[in-house]
């Protein structure tokens, strides 16, 4: 069994930056592939960036040159890095665990608002 605990999420205004954290408990951790998604109001869930087994990143496009994803495997955590913060970056956004079976966070909610 694997959990996921989201961190960093809250306010900020357009322009800004946060830094999503999401730590993984269990085994197996270097070996799943981690993602971010994010759920914002009234639309489905939708892949903002993962990073591989070997450090191949990911991102979806509206996000690319913003967000950097990482992870640390001593640590078993991944990050998202968020800069240039626009309105429509408001969301919940939830951490992703594959390998073997798949994992999700509870969510943390990012609002990009002046």
């Known amino acids: 069994q694997v959990q996921l605990v989201e961190s960093g999420g809250g306010l900020v205004q357009p322009g800004g930056s946060l830094r999503l954290a999401c730590a993984a408990s269990?085994?197996?951790?270097?070996?799943?592939?981690m993602g971010w998604y994010r759920q914002a109001p009234g639309k489905q869930r939708e892949l903002v960036a993962y990073i591989s087994q070997s450090g191949r990143t990911n991102y979806a496009d509206s996000v690319k040159g913003r967000f950097t994803i990482s992870r640390d495997n001593a640590k078993n955590t991944v990050n998202l890095e968020m800069n240039s913060l626009k309105v429509e970056d408001t969301a919940v956004y939830y951490c992703n665990y594959k390998y073997v079976s798949e994992y999700w966070g509870k969510g943390t909610l990012v609002t990009v608002s002046s």
């Open positions: 269990g085994t197996g951790f270097s070996f799943a592939v």
